[in-house]
């Protein structure tokens, strides 16, 4: 099951609660410097306009060559490993890593993705439960997990509560403040949170319920089922009319990671009478359903998609699936307003996906991340897929992207990152 890819800024000011937390200290900053001024001088190439622009017609679903990105998600610890980091600071340490991590991009991976003269500080802020919590049991160390679900019972749906957004304004100021005075003459320094990844719903549902429990009740207490979706419905509705009154959003139209892969490179929003209060109607908004995989298209049609609807709908263009095949479920999930960017999963049909998506989406093939992680590094099997698959859409006329993520492993090799991004440039650049 694919998470958010790990974010290119901090993600220690979410977690922090003080104030005196958060500083940097003289040898810090000067690591974060010459750090911040090699990413400047990568942002300032022309290559990054050039690559800006691809992104801008790809979004636009203009015919350009397949779009190439590849995150290594938790392979970037293999790249940048604990002993890299010289900061020693929780924040320092958090800030170096997101540097880094944006020199290597510029620098070595080379895919499309732009390297921007920006560093984004998020918000300090908690956020509460759903009024319960599963107790997570292992997972240590980014291994394996399962958890006890906490609404064992559905006599125990009053219990229920919102989840409410409390933002420290004081620390958010001291981060964005130490940001500034450290990095503010090489970069722009940005307040801007990525409140969620996906407003699909189904991973709280299972978090609260189950995953096998909710797929029999499905069957067993659909009633019920109904009113938790409808619950779960509501209060994300209710968060985004929290964030949108508060002036917290913000516009996701640039180099922000959108949906299960790509960027938010695009003219089209936000909407004509924007006035610089975000909506969501001026952003990419996204949702997957991966934990009903093994669930009928009709019980997806049945208990998730009419919940997920009228969060979409809320949405000026939107991108839909993960790692869920949803070849089987399309004819569900075509209607979806605004509809732009489609995952193709290692586990659908790329033939299908490319018949049915043709040139009126964007085709988010999302490459099978075993080959990085299998004990020898198979180029010629990485190539040869890559090559068939791009044909393929390419006869649909395809808008293609490429997407290489949900890596657990690079077999602690950073080179095989390096050549993956090769080969498939190669390939995109011969379709």
Same mark, same amino acid.
């Given at each position: 099951m694919s998470e958010q890819p790990v974010q290119t800024v901090s993600e220690l000011t979410r977690k922090q609660t003080s104030v005196d937390d958060l500083?940097?200290?003289?040898?810090?900053?000067?690591?974060?410097?010459?750090?911040?001024?090699?990413?400047?001088?990568l942002?300032?190439?022309?290559?990054?306009?050039?690559?800006?622009?691809?992104?801008?017609?790809?979004?636009?679903?203009?015919p350009t060559r397949p779009v190439v990105f590849c995150d290594p998600e938790n392979g970037w610890n293999e790249i940048v490993t604990p002993g890299l980091l010289t900061c020693e600071g929780p924040l320092a340490r958090d800030w170096e890593m997101a540097l880094r991590?944006?020199?290597?991009?510029?620098?070595?991976?080379?895919?499309?993705?732009?390297?921007?003269?920006?560093?984004?500080?998020?918000?300090?802020?908690?956020?509460?439960?759903?009024?319960?919590? &599963?107790?997570?049991v292992g997972g240590e160390h980014g291994g394996a997990y399962t958890w006890v679900a906490p609404l064992q019972s559905y006599d125990d749906l009053p219990k229920?509560?919102?989840?409410?957004?409390?933002?420290? &304004?004081?620390?958010?100021?001291?981060?964005?403040?130490?940001?500034?005075?450290?990095?503010?003459?090489?970069?722009?320094?940005?307040?801007?949170?990525?409140?969620w990844w996906t407003m699909g719903m189904t991973w709280t549902l299972v978090n609260l319920r189950g995953l096998s429990q909710m797929m029999y009740d499905m069957v067993d207490y659909p009633d019920e089922l109904h009113?938790?979706?409808?619950?779960?419905?509501?209060?994300?509705?209710?968060?985004?009319?929290?964030?949108?009154?508060?002036?917290?959003?913000?516009?996701?139209?640039?180099?922000?990671?959108?949906?299960?892969?790509?960027?938010?490179?695009?003219?089209?929003?936000?909407?004509?009478?924007?006035?610089?209060?975000?909506?969501?109607?001026?952003?990419?908004?996204?949702?997957?359903?991966?934990?009903?995989?093994?669930?009928?298209?009709?019980?997806f049609? &049945?208990?998730?998609?009419?919940?997920?609807?009228?969060?979409?709908?809320?949405?000026?263009?939107?991108?839909?699936?993960?790692?869920?095949?949803?070849?089987?479920?399309?004819?569900?999930?075509?209607s979806i307003p605004r509809l732009r960017r489609v995952s193709v999963?290692?586990?659908?049909?790329?033939?299908?996906?490319?018949?049915?998506l043709g040139d009126r989406f964007i085709f988010s093939m999302k490459p099978n991340p075993a080959h990085l992680a299998m004990d020898s590094f198979d180029e010629e099997m990485i190539r040869a897929?890559?090559?068939?698959?791009?044909?393929?859409?390419?006869?649909?006329?395809?808008?293609?992207?490429?997407?290489?993520k949900d890596c657990h492993t690079i077999r602690n090799d950073p080179r095989r990152v390096v050549r993956w991004v090769q080969i498939a440039r190669e390939e995109a650049e011969a379709v």
């Open positions: 500083y940097v200290s003289a040898n810090e900053r000067a690591v974060l410097r010459r750090l911040a001024e090699r990413a400047a001088e942002a300032a190439r022309p290559l990054e306009n050039q690559k800006r622009e691809l992104w801008y017609r790809h979004n636009m679903l203009q991590k944006e020199v290597f991009w510029g620098e070595q991976m080379r895919d499309d993705r732009v390297v921007q003269p920006f560093f984004d500080v998020r918000h300090v802020y908690t956020e509460s439960d759903w009024g319960m919590h &599963e107790t997570k229920l509560r919102f989840p409410t957004i409390t933002v420290d &304004e004081a620390a958010t100021q001291r981060a964005l403040s130490i940001a500034q005075e450290t990095l503010g003459d090489m970069l722009t320094v940005r307040l801007k949170t990525s409140w009113r938790v979706m409808a619950f779960l419905r509501d209060g994300h509705l209710a968060k985004l009319d929290y964030l949108e009154r508060g002036d917290l959003l913000s516009l996701n139209n640039d180099g922000t990671y959108v949906g299960s892969g790509g960027f938010g490179w695009t003219h089209e929003l936000p909407q004509t009478d924007f006035d610089g209060h975000v909506r969501p109607i001026d952003m990419w908004g996204f949702a997957e359903s991966q934990e009903t995989v093994g669930v009928s298209a009709a019980m049609a &049945e208990f998730v998609y009419p919940y997920q609807l009228p969060i979409l709908e809320r949405f000026g263009l939107n991108c839909y699936g993960c790692c869920e095949p949803v070849d089987k479920r399309w004819h569900v999930i075509e999963s290692p586990w659908a049909s790329i033939p299908g996906m490319a018949e049915k897929d890559l090559r068939a698959a791009m044909r393929i859409c390419r006869s649909h006329d395809c808008h293609m992207e490429v997407i290489m």
